[in-house]
């Protein structure tokens, strides 16, 4: 299996596909402060699997906090929107993911254009801290803060670049990304299947609460996840996520393509 870069190093990942099932794309964005890395695994299955595949590296990621403090949401939105149509024009039917940050991410790309389905897992669409809610001006007055951590994670580690601070400028334009993302939940009419962390200390059950409330679309299914934390791609129940996103992409892919690669 031929890849655009190596799994050990941040960097944008793509596979043309093989097989029938390479008429089938999946876009698969990462999370705020990660990389690729993050949802590699994911990657390689669905690659494996003969599935045509790209993970953007998104701007200001894979290096350091100074480089994404200088990007804002609209660059993030807009080179996974830009990865989505690429693969969108190679292929004959093309689903959108993500992780987190990149859950909200995809959702958006899904509300503006016609996706075949959205697999998402833990997406964040609102946070925990309420301070948030002021962050347009404790930025001026606080540069940096320190990332989440998660009480007792399970999942692997990945090294995404120096993200030891968190810019609040970039929490700023999180802010604006989920807000954005929200707004356009009404217009999302495609299948959407939610994996949620029982265990999830970094996105608060008010964002599957959201999409519950808002979401266009009338198929909506969502699998717990019982025995991970917030990135659950890396975790103890990445399996189940790898096994039922294959089965959605196949049985909401056209008939026309699902019909000779199922």
Not at 15 to 22: E, L, M, Q, V
Request: hydrophobic letters at 40%; one cysteine or more; aromatic letters at 8%.
């Amino acid at each position: 299996m031929r890849e655009s870069s190596k799994p050990s190093t941040p960097a944008a990942f793509s596979y043309p596909g093989h097989g029938r099932n390479a008429r089938i794309g999946i876009a698969i964005c990462h999370g705020f402060t990660g990389s690729p890395l993050s949802v590699m695994p994911w990657a390689l299955h669905l690659a494996g699997q003969g599935f045509a595949v790209s993970v953007p590296l998104l701007p200001g990621h894979g290096t350091d906090w100074r480089e994404l403090a200088r990007s804002g949401w609209r660059e993030w939105a807009g080179a996974f929107d830009a990865a989505y149509v690429e693969l969108a024009g190679r292929t004959e039917a093309c689903y959108v993911a993500g992780l987190s940050m990149g859950g909200a991410v995809a959702l958006r790309t899904a509300s503006r254009h016609p996706v075949a389905g959205v697999a998402v897992v833990n997406p964040g669409l609102s946070f925990y801290d309420r301070r948030v809610r002021i962050i347009g001006i404790l930025k001026y007055f606080q540069r940096t803060t320190l990332p989440i951590v998660e009480a007792n994670p399970t999942a692997a580690t990945t090294e995404d670049g120096d993200y030891s601070r968190t810019p609040l400028a970039a929490v700023h334009q999180l802010k604006k990304l989920f807000a954005a993302a929200r707004r356009g939940l009404p217009r999302v009419t495609a299948p959407v299947l939610v994996f949620k962390s029982d265990n999830d200390d970094v996105v608060p059950p008010s964002s599957l609460a959201m999409i519950r409330r808002r979401l266009g679309s009338a198929d909506l299914g969502v699998i717990p996840l019982p025995n991970s934390g917030h990135v659950a791609t890396l975790d103890n129940d990445a399996p189940v996520i790898f096994e039922n996103s294959t089965r959605f992409f196949h049985e909401h892919a056209p008939h026309h393509v699902s019909s000779e690669t199922s």
